[in-house]
């Protein structure tokens, strides 16, 4: 089986919404905002640092269609945000 996960900001906006499907069962996690914006960027630091030193993963990534690309993409999007949130609370 397969797990699939959603991230979504809550109602109110103060925490992320993580949802997480696996067969039948369901499971859904509310993560305080600060917290969760402190552990994502951990765990994208984490992961860029794997990829930049793993050429088997590098690999697996191109080879699939279209994942090199998303992943560029998103990454990109996150620049813009942190460039925005900059710009809002000052250098």
Known sequence: MTMKTTVNLSKKGNSIMLVFE???????????LPYAV??????????????????????????????KAEILE???????LYENVLKEIGR
């Open 22 to 32: 696996e067969g039948f069962s369901t499971y859904s996690i509310a993560v305080p």
């Open 38 to 67: 402190s552990f994502f960027l951990r765990g994208l630091l984490v992961s860029l640092a794997a990829l930049e030193q793993n050429k088997d993963l590098q690999k697996k990534i191109e080879q699939k269609e279209g994942m």
């Open 74 to 80: 998103e990454i990109r999007k996150a620049f813009v």
